[in-house]
């Protein structure tokens, strides 16, 4: 245990874990597997990081996040430790010199994306590492049973085939128990190991809100919470009109989506966690991998799609511990939105195979032909071609992914990358030759390490101000050293990716599972009247909530989100709160008492009895016939 505690503050400055870290690390070190739950900002990669730092060997990371994945390769390099990262859209050879890098040059991590699971070049190429550790992020992906299953994730079992002794730690921030099994019997544990940390927030007060005016209701939340905040909206262009109505009401706000160019992404990012804009209002393109601490607020001003996508983009507020507001606006219309969500998240099978096709013709790839290629992709101007509807095509290809046919890689912007393919005695030649070149070269020596070694991005931008030469300059400068062969050069490009896993089928033989199908929607219904059910319950504390749906059924009441304070409102304690309503709803459910027949029956001050009749009467879970009969609301789930 000293050792992990040295290794915690040799690289990364701390002197003692976070609680089920130390007890993860113990379970991964002795070879054990497990499947941690902890909350996003949990601290979730030094578990994996400490003991693959205390072993012989590699830790492969599996992860569906490219941005993610780059940026702790970065980190884990400014603590001088050796990473190195595998996923499409990279060449063939940036892939070889990356194993070549993994097998010979001592790394001690190699993250890598699920898509390159089943090449025949990894399966070759694994076997011949060292590797320690399987760490799997994101593990909720390979259930069937979760909202964002990634049929990729099933190529796991493959590569514990070829590492049989490795043992695997999976990680995720958001799974049901069903789902947290389904997980552990996927990856194939040799025995079931949950270790799991609560999903309980005692800093995080959440809030709902019902109004027809959600924008009043965020001003105010913005001008009463100081500090900054996070506001989800569904859609791009609300993005920009709810930042433009912030900015013209004091509030210093910028907009963020997956539409903007990287640099203007990268701007409004860096402009937010540096605080030279309070609020930053977004799509969930936004969050992966954004780390700030001191996020005051998380607002969504509609509802999302699902109890786990909505406790994982509140949990980004408040990751240093000190009060933070979680706020859901809400009111009617909500309703009718998820409905159409439901109808354009389903078309019918007969449109998804007319667009698996078309999506094939677009690309001009013969029948049997296209396994294994990748292609640059704009989802919009596939959508404009074929006149198709932007959400109909999109929730067809999810579909096409369900099924194994594709994957669509949701990455915006790969920087340009270079590798040095001389020796440095070959290298200077070239200076001493090419004078015009010279300054260039000695630049990027001084400015970027393992040239010689490693595709290394670069930035063009900040070489042309140091060179005090425009962009263009740079980029031909570049281009005259890989025709030279002097590097392998790769030019930035800001696209998604599709990949095709499969050969082109005629329409006959493309399969859209019934069964899948029709257990996907249901799912995705029942998601859907999950989180519809806790915008509209006014009865049960916010948290409580959160925390059954994940398995947390014994939780104690916050005291802190909306609904505990109206409780407060009554003068009662929790505990006295709590049994009087369940007495009350026993009595009420079986025989429709009077008010009076109430205070007869039930033991407890009359007056405390008659405080909570009013505040479930107000509250729409009890009802008052003519006659006098109190009635429970039977389709009140709470």
């Not at 991964?28 to 012989?56: C, H, R, W």
């Not at 669509?408 to 393919?421: A, F, G, N, S, W």
């Not at 030019?491 to 998604?496: D, G, I, L, W, Y």
């Amino acid at each position: 245990m000293d050792n992990f505690r040295k290794i915690l503050q040799q690289y990364w400055g701390y002197t003692a874990f976070r609680d089920l870290q130390e007890d993860i690390i113990r379970q991964v070190y002795e070879g054990n597997d497990v499947l941690a739950l902890m909350p996003t900002g949990g601290g979730k990669s030094i578990t994996f990081q400490v003991p693959a730092m205390a072993k012989d060997g590699l830790c492969i990371v599996i992860t569906p996040l490219i941005a993610l994945m780059r940026d702790q390769v970065e980190n884990l390099k400014k603590r001088d430790i050796k990473a190195l990262a595998i996923y499409s859209g990279m060449t063939s050879h940036e892939i070889d010199v990356a194993f070549d890098n993994a097998t010979y040059g001592n790394y001690k991590f190699l993250y890598i994306s699920p898509e390159r699971l089943k090449t025949e070049l990894f399966r070759v190429r694994v076997q011949k590492l060292k590797v320690n550790l399987l760490a799997v992020d994101e593990a909720h992906c390979i259930s069937q049973w979760g909202y964002d299953f990634r049929p990729s994730y099933l190529e796991i079992a493959a590569v514990r085939e070829w590492l049989p002794d490795v043992p695997v730690l999976a990680l995720t921030a958001t799974a049901t128990p069903e789902i947290a099994n389904d997980i552990m019997e996927k990856l194939l544990f040799r025995k079931p190991n949950l270790m799991q940390k609560s999903f309980e927030r005692k800093n995080l007060i959440y809030v709902v809100r019902k109004t027809n005016d959600k924008e009043e209701q965020l001003l105010n939340i913005c001008q009463n919470v100081p500090g900054t905040g996070i506001v989800y909206v569904r859609n791009r262009r609300s993005a920009q009109e709810i930042a433009e109505f912030l900015h013209k009401n004091g509030i210093k706000s910028g907009f963020y989506h997956a539409g903007l160019s990287p640099d203007s992404r990268n701007l409004r990012q860096n402009e937010w966690k540096q605080n030279l804009i309070r609020v930053v209002v977004c799509t969930n393109a936004f969050g992966m991998g954004i780390d700030k601490p001191d996020v005051r607020f998380v607002a969504h001003m509609d509802l999302p799609d699902s109890i786990e996508a909505y406790f994982q983009e509140a949990g980004r507020a408040g990751r240093d511990e000190k009060t933070a507001y979680a706020v859901l606006l809400y009111n009617d219309d909500d309703k009718l939105g998820m409905t159409a969500r439901l109808i354009s998240s389903f078309p019918p099978p007969e449109t998804i195979k007319e667009i698996y096709q078309k999506l094939y013709t677009f690309y001009n790839i013969p029948y049997g032909g296209g396994k294994g290629s990748v292609h640059d992709f704009n989802l919009v101007r596939f959508a404009i071609h074929y006149n198709l509807y932007s959400t109909t095509a999109h929730s067809a290809l999810q579909h096409l992914q369900r099924e194994g046919y594709l994957e669509i890689i949701d990455e915006h912007h790969h920087p340009t990358r270079i590798i040095i393919l001389l020796t440095r005695n070959e290298l200077y030649k070239i200076q001493v030759e090419n004078e015009q070149l010279d300054s260039l070269i000695k630049l990027l020596l001084r400015t970027y390490t393992g040239l010689f070694h490693e595709y290394t991005p670069i930035d063009e931008v900040i070489l042309a101000r140091y060179l005090h030469v425009e962009v263009s300059v740079v980029n031909e400068y570049l281009i005259k050293l890989s025709r030279m062969q002097v590097i392998g050069y790769i030019p930035q490009k800001s696209t998604p990716l599709l990949l095709f896993n499969e050969e082109r089928l005629d329409k006959k033989n493309i399969n859209i599972s019934h069964e899948r199908y029709g257990m996907l929607k249901k799912r995705y219904e029942q998601r859907m009247n999950a989180i519809l059910r806790y915008a509209e319950s006014t009865a049960k504390c916010r948290s409580q909530q959160l925390l059954a749906y994940f398995g947390e059924t014994d939780a104690c009441r916050c005291g802190r989100c909306d609904v505990c304070r109206e409780h407060k409102k009554t003068g009662l304690s929790k505990y006295e709160f709590d049994r009087l309503v369940e007495q009350l709803k026993k009595l009420i459910r079986e025989s429709a008492p009077t008010i009076d027949e109430c205070l007869q029956t039930v033991a407890g001050d009359p007056d405390a009895i008659i405080s909570v009749l009013r505040w479930l009467i107000d509250n729409d879970k009890v009802r008052r016939t003519d006659s006098g009969a109190l009635q429970w609301i039977m389709n009140n789930k709470q």
